[in-house]
């Protein structure tokens, strides 16, 4: 058996995006090491500040981002000891805690924030808006279809 050519094309885009998200996850590392974090604990206080006022559920974080909770869970308990974040009761499930920012965690979320602008906005020079907004559309029609299989 042999790929369609549509096939073909989409097994090195898959293997493209591979390469792209590790290059994403040093990167990521490298611009926020100065904060005292990495690129796992920056996807958690980034669920948690797009959540806010509202404080989450290790299972919810794990669903906005696409990542285990088992992941998740392991962050949050490094941002628990670096006092980045707070853990609540949650009255609907007492077996699942909520977590909140914390204001030194909201304070590094936003310095975070500012060296994410800094660095996307260089990164994004040379590559017209029209591509970057069909690879956008062209990575949530194939979540979607991964979703639906």
Do not use: C
């Amino acid at each position: 058996m042999v790929h369609s050519p549509e096939g073909k094309v989409l097994t090195d885009t898959i293997l493209e995006i591979f390469r792209v998200n590790g290059e994403l996850l040093t990167t990521g590392d490298a611009l926020v090491a100065e904060l005292g974090i990495n690129s796992a604990r920056w996807q958690v206080l980034g669920a948690m500040a797009y959540a806010l006022p509202h404080a989450v559920t290790v299972p919810q974080i794990a669903s906005v981002m696409g990542v285990t909770r088992q992941g998740v869970q392991k962050n949050i308990n490094l941002l628990l000891q670096q006092s980045l974040v707070v853990k609540q009761s949650n009255p609907a499930d007492s077996r699942s805690y909520l977590y909140q920012l914390s204001p030194t965690g909201l304070d590094v979320y936003h310095k975070v924030e500012r060296l994410q602008m800094i660095w996307v906005n260089r990164l994004a020079q040379g590559i017209t808006r029209e591509n970057l907004q069909t690879t956008l559309h062209t990575l949530q029609q194939l979540r979607e279809h991964l979703v639906n299989d």
